[in-house]
């Protein structure tokens, strides 16, 4: 096998240069000359480990995921010791929701390469995309003994640390770093996340780093959103920008995480209903929170129109690669209700929405001018104690909706409901209780609604 990382002097590796011109074909999209490279690097330097690699995030990038895993088992099998090989074969796992197979390539190549700061960079991200909190904090750890007091490595592991529940240490390291730049708006931004997630979010340093925060950008949503939760308030709903960067960072795993390790299982439910009700699927949809498309799988293409509608962009991304909504629209869901003319639509979705965009009051009677006589708003919320608030902003981040008031307000936004208590899904092995609202427009006696 040959590598050419052991080899010396200036003509040592004569196929370097064709490597070099053939990845960056691969990342400009320039597949064809990258094969014509990687084709004139082959005769010179047959079966190399290198031109296998190459070859594997070529048809990767072409869309064929069967020829991206060959060509790296390929790779393996030549190099099975070179950890650049097994880096990116680790990287191609994760990318591919391979988790359990990407964790375990990932530890082989930090055992065979522990003081490689790159390897390093990659087993932490595979970690990161696999769930693998535990798993992160270990090789961070090990990091910072590389590489001492390195900022975006405490930064790194004081969020898994918070997430791990281990709120001390993580606010230990905030502590240092906001020390270490009081005007930083990252380290005063994780330390408030960090009490928040810790049940401090009214204690004096929460409410000192919520101020210091929208004193360094006063018109910045997310922060004015903290600083109200820090004074004990409970605002309408989650700011958009707050919901866009949270979906966008879980876009390429969410259906994995969602569904295969938390059991959410809302959109294939509500699906069911739907085409139980409207069997010829003569119908026009609009999924509110459409997310990476879960709904539009299980409901499949429809004889109307189907209408996806997130804040996410990355979410709609992936949502349009199932092939079966008409048009998307990434707005908020009150916009999106707000702008949407009059009897439009047969049915409605907002399938775990409301946790994010919070108050009902205006967004019921909106869906309820949207629909078409006869028509079926299907929502979902996390339930709230009776003997509390109507709207409760739990330690999560979620709202959650007292059953009497969602009620209530179905009432008088002129719905008839069917309510059904249910797990939403788990988290951290627990089950979350919710509640899916079927929302019924009365038809009206001389409606006729088109398809």
Not at 173 to 179: E, K, P, R
Not at 258 to 264: C, D, E, I, N, P
Not at 272 to 285: A, F, L, M, S, Y
């Amino acid at each position: 096998m040959t590598t050419g990382r052991n080899l010396q002097g200036p003509f040592a590796d004569p196929i370097r240069k064709h490597l070099e011109t053939a990845r960056r074909q691969i990342s400009q999209g320039q597949l064809k000359q990258a094969a014509l490279t990687l084709n004139q690097a082959q005769r010179i330097l047959p079966g190399d480990a290198r031109l296998f690699m190459l070859a594997a995030l070529m048809a990767e990038k072409s869309g064929n995921k069967a020829g991206a895993f060959d060509a790296m088992r390929r790779c393996v099998n030549v190099a099975p010791n070179w950890g650049p090989g097994l880096l990116e074969m680790a990287l191609l796992q994760a990318r591919h929701n391979q988790f359990a197979d990407a964790v375990q390539t990932a530890e082989k190549v930090a055992a065979l390469e522990p003081n490689n700061l790159q390897v390093l960079a990659g087993v932490i991200d595979i970690a990161h995309r696999a769930g693998a909190m535990e798993m992160a904090v270990t090789h961070l750890r090990r990091g910072l003994a590389l590489v001492p007091n390195d900022m975006e490595l405490r930064r790194l592991l004081a969020r898994d640390l918070s997430a791990l529940g281990q709120h001390e240490e993580a606010l230990a390291l905030w502590n240092g770093l906001v020390a270490e730049n009081p005007s930083n708006r990252y380290a005063l931004e994780g330390r408030l996340d960090a009490l928040m997630t810790a049940g401090l979010t009214t204690s004096a340093q929460a409410q000192a780093d919520a101020d210091a925060l929208v004193a360094l950008q006063p018109d910045n949503p997310t922060y004015a959103y903290w600083q109200q939760l820090t004074q004990g308030q409970t605002p309408a709903q989650q700011p958009v920008e707050l919901s866009r960067e949270l979906f966008d960072g879980m876009a390429d795993t969410y259906d994995m995480h969602m569904v295969g390790q938390l059991g959410y299982r809302l959109p294939k439910l509500v699906a069911e209903k739907i085409i139980q009700r409207h069997p010829d699927k003569q119908i026009n949809v609009l999924d509110l929170g459409c997310g990476t498309g879960l709904l539009g799988v299980y409901l499949g293409r429809l004889n109307g129109y189907l209408i996806g509608v997130d804040v996410a962009t990355k979410m709609v991304e992936q949502a349009a690669r199932h092939q079966v909504y008409d048009r998307f629209h990434t707005v908020n869901l009150h916009d999106a209700l707000q702008a949407t003319p009059d009897s439009l639509y047969h049915v409605l979705t907002a399938l775990d929405v409301f946790i994010y965009a919070g108050d009902l009051t205006n967004a019921l009677p909106n869906a309820q001018r949207i629909l078409l006589p006869g028509g079926v708003l299907y929502f979902s919320c996390e339930i709230a104690p009776e003997d509390g608030p109507d709207l409760v902003l739990q330690a999560s981040g979620r709202y959650a909706h007292k059953r009497s008031h969602v009620e209530a307000l179905c009432a008088q936004a002129g719905f008839e409901i069917e309510v059904e208590e249910l797990v939403l899904r788990r988290e951290a092995g627990e089950p979350v209780q919710g509640l899916l609202i079927t929302a019924h427009k009365p038809a009206a006696a001389d409606s006729h609604p088109a398809a």
